[in-house]
């Protein structure tokens, strides 16, 4: 009997002794993999051309074994923060009343998600968002009750418009036209407006952008996401798009995949346009064939309508494969990861 209590606690030993090396091992092979740059993972995507300089925030957090929220959060605070970008955060095109209003959402690998809407005077909605999403019971705070909670909560109250951005305010007030225009902020820029062309302003480059849509897939495999805006231009005061809208500009699964949105807000939450892709993904679309059928989707619905306007959709997978594609020429994407140095990729196309 003494003989046989030693037989089963050496095998108890021996076989934890192998459960454990086993444990190392995988451990060790996934280290090795990622650092050769055989592994998917962490990757961060965001679209247009300023995705890169967020990528690069977002990376920052991501190759210190960071997490995926951490990392989507710092990424999209870069162009909250650019005076140069006028589609988000700081700087961003008013409404037609002269009023800067931004929306935000933010969700995380357990399903968290905070969101706010016609945000006023704070400069980075984002991390307004997550606070919604931490401290509170509630997913979206909107208008005064979103700044009463920001400042509640030590965020800085600001004018927003600036100078350059209010000129164009009044510009456009001589006409008050107000109709959405695909790549709007490079409309000025080319041959027909009189100017000297300069290839760097074509469509979805530094002159030419909208939301910050943000994706990313961290070394544990958790992923989330990030969507920030400062709006349509010119908007009715009030006006909220698919940015803050958790399944519509935004929408994270980490058993499966997460999608963002970009361009005209109305059509993407038509179709409720981020959870279609990442539902696509769980029949087992590739990002890029979910992203062109939620693109047909919104299509289907009214064709002509379609023609006017810009979409994208921007979406990874639990393996760190990512795809986009996009109503009208013009949209792209940036990816960071062991594989792709912050490269840019232009979208596929509908029309």
């Known amino acids: 009997m003494q003989d046989r209590r030693h037989f089963l606690k050496a095998a108890a030993i021996g076989a934890a002794a192998l459960s454990l090396d086993g444990i190392t091992s995988e451990k060790a092979q996934a280290a ?5 740059g055989k592994g998917a993972k962490p990757i ?15 990376w920052e957090v991501l190759k210190k074994g960071g997490r995926a929220l951490d990392a989507v959060e710092a990424g999209v605070k870069v162009p909250e923060a650019d005076p ?12 037609r009343d002269g009023r800067v209003t931004l929306d935000a959402c ?79 902020e490079n409309s000025s820029y080319g041959p027909d407006k009189g100017t000297t ?15 910050i ?32 809208i958790i399944g519509a500009g935004l929408y994270v699964d980490n058993e499966v995949g997460a999608a963002t949105a970009t361009g005209v807000g109305e059509e993407v939450i038509r179709v409720v346009g981020s959870f279609l892709v990442v539902e696509l993904m769980r029949q087992g679309y590739s990002p890029e064939a979910a992203c062109k059928e939620a693109v047909i989707r919104i299509v289907k619905k009214n064709k002509e309508r379609a023609k006017g306007v810009q979409i994208g959709f921007l979406a990874i997978n639990k393996k760190g494969e990512h795809g986009a594609y996009c109503m009208q020429k013009g949209f792209n994407y940036a990816v960071l990861s062991q594989k792709e140095n912050n490269v840019l990729i232009d979208g596929k196309h509908y029309f």
């Not at 961060?44 to 977002?58: I, K, L």
């Not at 990313?216 to 803050?244: E, F």
Request: one cysteine or more; charged letters at 20%.
């Open 84 to 95: 140069n970008n006028h589609t988000v955060g700081y700087s961003g095109y008013p409404d």
């Open 106 to 184: 933010i969700m995380d690998e357990l399903g968290n998600c905070g969101s706010v809407a016609s945000l006023e005077h704070i400069a980075h909605p984002i991390s307004v968002a997550r606070a919604v999403m931490e401290k509170t019971p509630h997913v979206m705070l909107v208008g005064d009750g979103a700044l009463q909670f920001a400042l509640a909560n030590g965020f800085k109250k600001e004018n927003l418009l600036t100078p350059e951005a209010e000129k164009a305010w009044r510009e456009w007030l001589k006409t008050s036209e107000y109709k959405p225009i695909m790549n709007i």
């Open 213 to 244: 849509g943000m994706v990313a897939l961290d070394a544990d495999g958790n992923l989330s996401g990030a969507c920030t805006t400062s709006g349509m231009a010119y908007k009715l005061h009030g006006r909220v798009g698919d940015s803050p």
């Open 32 to 36: 090795a993999a990622l650092k050769k």
């Open 197 to 211: 062309f300069n290839p760097l302003k074509l469509p979805g480059n530094v002159y030419n952008h909208d939301t």
């Open 44 to 58: 961060v995507v965001s679209t247009w051309d300023f995705g890169r300089a967020a990528n690069e925030a977002a």
